[in-house]
Each structure stands twice: as C-alpha cells, then as structure tokens.
C-alpha cells in the first residue's frame, strides 16, 4: 500500500483529494493518507480530518486517515507528498488583491503584483519542505498544487533538491470538459495538446476520438458557447474575430492580458463593494466548514464546486496513477521543459502535454508556439524567473524588476508603490527580505 502526505490538509479542498483516492482504489492502494497542516490551522484540520474519516469509512475502503501538525511526523516513508497550502492564508490573499486594485491595477490570486507576492510568501516555505522531503522521503514524488503552481515549480526544480516534482493545476482538465460540453459528447473523448505555462497554457489541438476538431471548436468558442471553465474568473466573451484569429484554445487566465482594461473594470466594482474574489471565498470556505462539522456528513458535498479548484481531484489522483502504474497515457503537468517549447529553457517550468511514466512525466514535442502568443508566454516566464530569484535571494532590485516587466504592472513607479506597500503589509511571511 502506499503512503501519501498532503500538507496543507485542513484545506477545504481536501475532500476532493479524499474522494479521487476512494473513487480509484482499486488501482491505486493507498494505505495511509496523512494530513498535515500548522498551529493555526489546527481547527480546520480536525474538522476536515473527522469527515475524511468518516468518507473513507461510508466508501468502506481500507484507508488510514492520519492528521498531524508537524510535517517532520508525517513524512517518513511517504511515496507522494501533495502540497495545497496558503501561507498567510485567506487574509493575504485579499491583501494580494485589494493592494494593487486600491491604486488602480490588477489584484489576482495569481497574476500581476498579487501572484508574485503569494510566490514571495510561498517558495521559502516550499523549498524548507523540498529540504525535509530529501532528508527524510529522498524518493517521494512531490505533487505541487501551491499557487502560483509555475513559479512555485520553477523555484523547486531550480533549487530544489529532489528532483520527483510535478506541478498541478486544474485549468487544463477544466479546458477539456469544457471542449467536451461545446461538443456533446464525453470528456473521455477529447484530448489537448496544451503548451505555455500554469495560468498561461494554450490548447494548440484538440482532438475528439483523435480525429483533429480544432477549428471547430475555435469557430463555437468564437461564437461564445464556451463557458469560462473555472468558478473564480467572470465569464466574459471573447471578441469571436479575435478568437479566429488565434486559432488556438486559450485559458480562462488569459483574459487578464488579452482583456485587460474590462476585467480591470469588474474587479474594481467587486473591490469597491468588498468583493473581491478572496472576500468571496473567506464566505464560501466558512459555509463549507459548518457543511464539514455535520457529523452525519460522509461524501464530498456538491457546494464545494463554488470553489475555482473544482475537479482538482481529478487531475492530482489521475496523475498520480499513471505514475504509480506506469500508464503511459497523456496529462497536462507542469514540469521541466526539456526542448517541449522552443525559446524556454530546458530547466525552466512550463505547463505541457506529457506521458505519465513511473520515470516522471516526459513533455511531447510542442516546437515553437504560434507567433500570436509566443512573445507574451515569453515574457511571463522572464517575470517568473525573476520573481524565484528574488523569492530566494530576497533582493529588492530584483523584485522591483520583476513587479516592473509584469504586463499587468508594467511601469517602474507603479512597481515601487506596489511593492514597498506590499512587502510592509507581509512582513511576517517574508523572512527573506
Ligand atoms: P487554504 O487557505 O484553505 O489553505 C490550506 C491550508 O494551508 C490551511 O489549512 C492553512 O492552515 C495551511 N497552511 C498555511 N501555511 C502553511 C504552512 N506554512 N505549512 C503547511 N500548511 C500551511 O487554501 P485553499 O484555498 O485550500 O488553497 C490551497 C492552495 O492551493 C493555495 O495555494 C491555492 O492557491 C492553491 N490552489 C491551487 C489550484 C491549482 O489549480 N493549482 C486550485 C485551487 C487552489
Ligand atoms: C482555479 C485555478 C486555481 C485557483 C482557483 C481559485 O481553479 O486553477 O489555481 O487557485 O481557481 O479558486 P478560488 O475558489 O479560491 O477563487
Ligand atoms: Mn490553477
């Protein structure tokens, strides 16, 4: 049987983990699920670990639930260790949106000024458990779910020790059940080559019974059938005659770029009635937790699709199975590059179509991106790698040029307020600045 850590446990994701072991396991015996979290998530963790329990006992499937506060506990003999956790929680992030919204930008969990700020709180924290991870699970695979999943992938493979990581993100499988509804049929069906990066992927092909349908599915999405697959980002159409002109699938993230004085807009409505998507979910997670304490509770309730993660299950016990099993069969990862996508680095993150192997996941061959997206997918991986640089060195110069070559920022000044105002107000996650 196999022994999985997933730090970050008291999450109110968590029952989505828990269900996608059941649901699988048959072909994937997990023996023992440990759930790990920190002091100040104490109570969410005892609450999310008595429902595990009590969905693992309903499915009358033989998995332990384990629950701890010390990651150091926990890990011993793991084979996965899967990370979901906030660091600054709820809090920051509304920190992270409602900063740069007050001067007229973006805030977004993880784009613009907000994103780099949740990887400058998130990568010492990610790179400590890489470290306990080599000391005490040298040959644990680590499936990173943390935001923002590409820089936080890309700081572990550049200066992680364990070299087993895997970036996750729901967006892709989103993308492809969405293609599925336009098309009618079942999502076993449809399958993407994706390339770019987390938050930043493009669907070059698509393919239904592996027969090419791509402009097919371009032309319904240009005549805006396309919903925009994740709960968390408004839905607003796309330009059809630009979509046509794209000739590729793009990800709902991209309207921050390709829309971007119009979702600026809406996001300063939300902010100037104190809704920004953070203070939205702080509501949505304390409903789901008086949900979670209901002791007559034993499955994962319905209400936990409001969540932007929805269906992350899916993708993280999916991949872990092919792993485990060696299936060889086809998932979008965030992992090295490998010569995937011409103009990345080799080492460097990319979000890719790969075959799932018990060696790790191997990226297909995607060449050079279309022209229309190459210089953006570009430019955003420049500003993730500066960002790791100045989320392990804690150098200021850094960090204000990372905030500055953001497409979202995009101006010194501007860069500087931001920063200055957000490294005060995340002082006490920031040991390295
Ligand atoms: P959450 O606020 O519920 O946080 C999860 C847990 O992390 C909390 O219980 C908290 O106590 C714990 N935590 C905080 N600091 C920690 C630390 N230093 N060590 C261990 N645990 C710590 O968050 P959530 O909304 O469940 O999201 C969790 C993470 O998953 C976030 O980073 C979020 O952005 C990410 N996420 C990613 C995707 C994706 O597509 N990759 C989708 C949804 C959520
Ligand atoms: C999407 C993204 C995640 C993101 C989430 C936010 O699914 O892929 O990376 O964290 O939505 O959802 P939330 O409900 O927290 O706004
Ligand atoms: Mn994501």
Known sequence: GLKIVTIGGGSSYTPEIVEGFIKRYAELPVRELWLVDIEAGREKLRIVGELAKRMVKKAGVPIEIHTSLNRREALPGADFVTTQLRV???????????????????????NGA????????????????????????????LVNFTNPSGIVTEALLKYGRNKKVIGLCNVPIGMEMGVA???????????????????????????LDGEQVTRQVVDKIAAGQMDS???????????????????????????????????????????????????????????????????????????LEKRGGAYYSDAACRLISSLYNDKKDIQPVVTANRGAIDGIPSGSAVEVSCVITKNGPKPLSMGELPPAVNGLVQQIKSFERMVVEAAVTGDYNTALV???????????????????????????????F
């Open 88 to 110: 600054g929680f709820l809090e920051a992030r509304i920190r992270d949106e409602r900063i740069p919204l007050s001067h007229g930008y973006m805030g977004q969990e993880t």
């Open 114 to 141: 907000g994103g780099m700020m949740k990887a400058l709180r998130t990568v010492p924290v990610i790179l400590a458990i890489d470290k306990d991870m080599a000391e005490l699970c040298p040959d644990a695979c």
């Open 181 to 207: 509804r336009l098309l009618d049929v079942d999502p076993g069906r449809v399958r993407i080559d994706f390339a770019g990066l987390n938050h930043m992927v493009f669907g070059l092909n698509v393919y």
């Open 229 to 303: 697959v994740v709960k968390n980002i408004i839905n607003i159409k796309w330009v059809s005659e630009f979509v046509k002109g794209l000739g590729i699938i793009p990800c709902p993230y991209h309207r921050y770029y390709f829309k971007k004085d119009q979702m600026l807009a809406e996001e300063l409505k939300e902010f100037a009635k104190g809704e920004t998507r953070g203070q939205v979910v702080k509501k949505l997670e304390a409903d789901l937790f008086e949900l979670y304490k209901d002791p007559n509770l034993d499955i994962k309730p319905p209400q």
């Open 402 to 432: 990372a905030m500055t070559i953001n497409p979202l920022v995009a101006s010194d000044e501007t860069a500087q307020i931001l920063l200055d105002e957000m490294l005060d107000a995340n002082r006490e996650y920031l040991p390295q």
